[in-house]
């Protein structure tokens, strides 16, 4: 089945900086690729996703890039704000009726 | 919309009681998911249900552990006997689809067996 590696765990960064989240994924087949984001306490809440057939997504401070010939994507963070303290979770599917698997998680704190 | 609902959002009991756990997820989607997040293991999916029917249960830990789907409104997930390992957040999830669309997360019920 699919293996969904997710590093770092825990990120720090300063209040401004960029952070980046990466993951890979084992099985080729994977064309779906969301990231969630979870505050303490709450629940996970998607933030964006890409499509095997686009390389690179945009959303205001986010971004999500995806290279298929490693099979790895990565979450980036621009302008860092407290309240994108959280963690972070990638995850990977093959769609039709194939389950979504979810990274390990990484834990980012903003320092203000 | 009120998105998925969960019931109870707290449960705690003592080991060897029944726990049921229950979602209703938001109206028109036909998949629903249930997951467990512990700190040690982080978010692991159980199983999961497409238009009332279970596809993969291949996560349930245990036979102590079942799930059901009667209607598309309404499933369950017990745990019979609970033991303390059992204790995590248990959250439920829907979608318009298996895969390739968002899921929607219920508020999550925190389990605590003692």
């Known amino acids: 089945g699919e293996n969904v590696e997710q590093h770092p765990s825990t990120l720090s960064v300063q209040e401004g900086d960029s952070a980046v989240i990466k993951c890979t994924y084992s099985d080729s087949a994977s064309n779906y690729f969301p990231w969630y984001k979870q505050e303490l306490g709450k629940r996970p809440q998607l933030i964006i996703d890409i499509r095997s057939n686009v390389g690179e997504k945009k959303d205001q401070r986010i971004a999500v890039t995806l290279n298929k010939t490693a099979k790895h994507f990565s979450l980036h963070i621009t302008e860092t704000q407290p309240e994108d303290s959280a963690v972070y979770f990638c995850a990977a599917s093959k769609g039709g009726y194939q389950k979504v698997t979810f990274g390990t998680g990484t834990k980012l704190q903003v320092i203000p | 919309d009120a998105g998925v609902i969960q019931s109870p959002r707290h449960e705690v009991t003592e080991m060897g009681q029944e726990v049921t756990l229950r979602c209703k997820p938001i109206s028109g989607h036909n998949s629903l998911f249930w997951y467990r997040q512990t700190m040690m293991r982080g978010l692991e999916l159980l199983i999961y249900?497409?238009?009332?029917?279970?596809?993969?249960d291949s996560g349930m830990p245990e036979d102590r552990f079942s799930a059901k789907m009667p209607n598309a409104s309404f499933s369950t997930l017990k745990i019979q006997p609970s033991e303390p390992r059992d204790s995590a957040v248990y959250f439920c999830?829907?979608?318009?689809?298996?895969?390739?669309?968002?899921?929607?997360f219920g508020p999550g019920t925190r389990l605590t067996v003692t």
């Open positions: 999830a829907s979608s318009p689809s298996i895969a390739g669309n968002e899921q929607y």
């Open positions: 249900f497409n238009n009332n029917v279970p596809i993969d």
